[in-house]
């Protein structure tokens, strides 16, 4: 319904930004905000109506922005394509995405709209597609990050738009690292519902979406419920550690923002008091004098609710006979997708019960429901919503709905009331509506039956507030305040000047250095982290360079684990030159024995150990999927408990509550650490600062001067320092697998990196 024209598109209006001085804003949505109309060889263009180009056009004057998107048509259908392509950043500061005609079919008609957003709007018995569609989806995405690749320049923002690009920031990202390209900022928005996670998770690609979306830096959903949602897919489907606005994912954080859209409002406020809405409000209150007018303004699609609306006001007229013939609903039924069978039998539904409604409930000169299926122009529209005394909005599922706004904008001389589904996203934002289950169809017409019979003052109460919302909170305060946080975002992200060097960089500085020390963890570093302990393995090639690398005497290798005796006697038992410590270094076996010995150090008593096992045996037997490793299971020093195998969100809670209830101990002759899903107790000086020096003194390294020594580990807690033991400096490299970000020296991104990682060194 908001139209812009191209000038002021192109030119904007209003004050700078100055937080983007010198900067632009590169704005990506899967439709250009223009339609292209070719004459005798020249092209017009004119503004597209929609809610994104009205909400966008108020940044227009204070930020340089540029707007890529495809132009709805394939290239094949046009002959001077980089004529056009020149007139549009011209006249429009616009660049096309120029997709191949099978591609943005399979893209935009059969992946986005066939199972994105059915799945999104929670519908049931969703199609999914053969594989061709999702590969079209990935090639858009990809043809996508191109053009922005051709556009952008250091100190751009990126912010991409909507369910039909969720791959983008992931392939920008990449790109960006692959060029060498500085400062890459990328910040998403969703506009439709995103979906609990128990209806995400049936998507067959939900991975690499959630991973395409999470290299954002910055992510914005219109309620509070939509991003909570996300955020706990993130956790379900990915394992993720997350708090309520951050994710943390590949050794960053990406933070989640609510952002509630607005409408807008100057257009409707400046032209409510035309001549040619004056004029048609008063034709309206002549028709429908003695009728309280509802008025209802849908797409024609079924995440609307249009039938419950429909069945809502029958029953009101089952229940409340006297008001037939005192009620009219206007419904304007927007056309949308009227080729696809499903709308076109939501049409037979949606007119045989307005024909049923009107036969059973009409008369001559009585009709209870005014059906339009048809676009109304504006003018109309005002009016409608003007004389309305009741706006009805019964959406299943809508990520906003901006006709409940659109409503309270004009109605400040009626007062009308606004009965607005809950499922609606809108909700959230407008308090004092009167809020609805649309599937109780009875609740649905006693709020009807409420709005006809509320007082003046209590109408004008309810309008009064849900006016100063509308009036303050439009399209255009909507997107300042997002670019506001990008931008606060990005000079966060800038102003963190700690950034893990790569494994290419670790290869290098080990391949220069003569006097090496390696330092490794087993779980997760050397192995992959298993549910069952017990049944993790080392693959073959990660001890045939292990053994490589000791035998070469190219570094002295040292692994260190929580693990008992028995395992590390499993796992590297037939490696020579590798000294071992098993319990965190409570037993040590060095290259020159084969016998295990303790250490020495001074652990205090073991008090603790009785009392801290029935505390981890209560959790235990309270957490479903967790276990317990301590002497019954080999270990004779330390307790381990492991909810690797519980419900990710419900073991991390127990963990917590765990955490809290150890560290209020009265008994402090234990370290305890919470990391990598599990919580250890072992005894104090069981820590790297006590227990390395000790190992190289056996091995005859305490006087060695090594000019590269690196501490290879999983746990981020242990691995935010860099070590300085004997004086050895030690660097740290987290192999950090969907981790929080960490301060370490280097950062692997998985355990998959580290075989190779091992046979670079081998072969250095």
């Not at 003046?456 to 946080?485: P, Q």
Request: charge should be negative; proline fraction near 3%; glycine fraction near 6%.
């Amino acid at each position: 319904k908001a139209t812009v024209s191209v000038l002021y598109w192109a030119r904007g209006a209003g004050k700078k930004n100055m937080s983007f001085e010198g900067r632009r804003l590169i704005v990506v949505s899967n439709r250009l905000p223009v339609t292209i109309q070719e004459k005798d060889g020249k092209y017009a263009f004119t503004m597209s109506s929609g809610g994104l180009v009205a909400a966008l056009a108020g940044l227009r004057g204070q930020v340089d922005m540029i707007w890529l998107g495809s132009p709805g048509f394939a290239p094949d259908g046009v002959n001077d394509i980089s004529g056009l392509t020149a007139q549009l950043k011209s006249e429009c500061k616009c660049a096309p995405v120029w997709l191949e005609k099978q591609v943005a079919h399979e893209h935009y008609n059969l992946f986005s709209n066939e199972v994105l957003w059915p799945l999104f709007h929670y519908k049931e018995n969703i199609e999914f597609k053969d594989a061709s569609i999702w590969k079209s989806y990935k090639t858009a995405n990809e043809v996508f990050c191109k053009t922005v690749l051709e556009v952008w320049r250091p100190g751009d923002l990126v912010w991409v738009h909507d369910y039909h690009l969720m791959l983008l920031p992931k392939l920008l990202k990449e790109e960006a690292e692959k060029k060498k390209l500085k400062d890459m900022f990328v910040a998403f928005f969703l506009h439709v519902p995103f979906p609990s996670s128990e209806v995400y998770r049936v998507l067959p690609e939900r991975e690499p979406i959630l991973d395409g979306v999470l290299h954002s830096d910055l992510i914005g959903f219109h309620t509070y419920d939509y991003a909570r949602h996300f955020v706990h897919s993130c956790t379900r489907v990915l394992g993720l550690e997350t708090t309520a606005n951050q994710v943390f994912f590949n050794n960053n954080v990406t933070t989640v923002g609510v952002f509630p859209v607005g409408m807008d409002f100057q257009k409707f406020s400046s032209s409510i008091n035309s001549a040619d809405v004056v004029a048609k409000i008063a034709d309206l209150k002549k028709r429908f004098a003695n009728q309280t007018v509802i008025i209802g303004v849908d797409r024609l699609d079924y995440i609307k609710g249009i039938p419950q609306k429909l069945q809502a006001l029958e029953r009101l007229f089952q229940t409340k006979p006297e008001l037939i013939g005192k009620v009219s609903l206007i419904q304007i039924a927007v056309p949308s997708r009227e080729v696809v069978d499903e709308y076109q039998k939501l049409r037979r539904e949606v007119e045989t019960l307005v024909g049923h409604i009107n036969t059973h409930y009409g008369d001559i000169g009585v009709t209870p429901v005014h059906y339009l299926y048809k676009s109304v122009p504006f003018p109309e529209l005002l009016a409608m919503y003007s004389v309305a005394d009741i706006c009805l909005i019964t959406s299943l599922r809508d990520g906003m709905n901006l006709v409940a706004q659109e409503f309270v904008a004009c109605q400040e001389n009626n007062k009308g009331v606004l009965i607005l589904s809950e499922f609606a996203g809108s909700a959230r934002c407008l308090a004092h509506a009167l809020r609805v289950n649309p599937w109780n169809i009875g609740e649905v017409a006693d709020a009807i039956d409420k709005a006809i019979t509320m007082s003046a003052k209590d109408r004008e109460e309810k309008h009064n507030h849900l006016f100063r919302y509308v009036s303050t909170h439009a399209a255009n305060h909507w997107g300042n305040l997002f670019v506001n946080d990008f931008v606060r975002v990005s000079a966060a992200a800038m102003h963190d000047q700690h950034h893990p060097q790569s494994a290419k960089k670790l290869i290098e500085t080990f391949s220069t250095a003569t006097r090496r020390l390696l330092i490794f963890s087993v779980d997760g570093v050397l192995s992959k982290f298993k549910v069952v302990p017990s049944t993790s393995v080392i693959e073959e090639d990660v001890l045939v360079n292990l053994q490589k690398i000791a035998n070469s005497g190219a570094a002295d290798v040292i692994i260190m684990s929580g693990r008992k005796k028995d395992d590390l006697e499993r796992f590297f038992g037939n490696i020579c030159n590798v000294s071992l410590a098993a319990e965190h270094g409570y037993f040590v076996k060095c290259p020159d024995t084969r016998e295990w010995c303790e250490l020495g150090i001074d652990h205090g008593d073991k008090d603790w150990y009785e009392e801290i096992l029935q505390v981890l045996e209560y959790y235990r037997d309270r957490t479903p999927g967790s276990s317990i490793e301590g002497r019954l299971e080999g270990k004779e020093s330390t307790l381990m408990w492991n909810f690797r195998g519980a419900d990710t969100e419900f073991g991390a809670m127990q963990a917590q509550e765990l955490h809290l209830h150890l560290a209020n101990h009265t008994n402090h002759n234990f370290i305890m650490e919470l990391s990598n899903k599990s919580i250890e107790c072992r005894p104090q000086g069981l820590t790297v600062d006590r227990v390395l020096p000790e190992i190289l003194r056996k091995i005859n390294a305490d006087s060695v001067k090594y000019d590269f020594a690196c501490y290879f580990t999983n746990d981020c807690i242990e691995s935010d320092f860099k070590k300085t033991v004997k004086n050895v400096e030690i660097d740290t490299c987290a192999v950090a697998e969907n981790s929080k970000k960490v301060n370490t020296t280097y950062v692997l991104s998985g355990q998959s990196e580290v075989p190779f990682v091992l046979q670079s060194f081998a072969e250095a």
